[in-house]
């Protein structure tokens, strides 16, 4: 984890002084899509040579979709319950 850290500060230092090539820093963009890219082949490539978890997959499915809409409906209804205050707040600063 710390060498992930160590080259993201390292990337941003860089950068805010102007040490990176005017072109490099271009097409950062493209670099991280095709980095992506090739981070998301390699998991899939894990994950299909993973029998345990091709086999688990309607389970995993299930609880996934699951754990997903709790949060989506936690989050609504915490957002109900708190507009009230927010709306009172906001009418104070304005």
């Given at each position: 984890?710390?060498?992930?850290?160590?080259?993201?500060?390292a990337?941003?230092i860089?950068?805010?002084?102007?040490?990176i090539?005017?072109?490099?820093?271009?097409?950062?963009?493209?670099?991280q899509?095709?980095g992506?890219?090739?981070?998301?082949?390699?998991?899939?490539?894990?994950?299909g040579?993973?029998?345990?978890?091709?086999?688990?997959?309607?389970?995993?499915?299930?609880?996934?979709?699951?754990?997903?809409?709790?949060?989506i409906?936690?989050s609504?209804v915490?957002?109900?319950?708190?507009?009230?205050?927010?709306q009172k707040?906001?009418?104070?600063?304005?």
């Amino acid at each position: 984890m710390w060498l992930f850290m160590i080259f993201l500060f390292a990337g941003i230092i860089l950068s805010l002084y102007n040490r990176i090539p005017r072109k490099a820093a271009e097409k950062s963009q493209v670099f991280q899509l095709w980095g992506l890219i090739l981070i998301l082949f390699a998991m899939g490539v894990g994950i299909g040579a993973d029998e345990e978890i091709i086999n688990s997959f309607m389970t995993l499915g299930v609880q996934s979709v699951l754990l997903a809409a709790a949060a989506i409906t936690g989050s609504l209804v915490v957002v109900r319950l708190l507009r009230p205050v927010i709306q009172k707040e906001k009418e104070k600063i304005w």
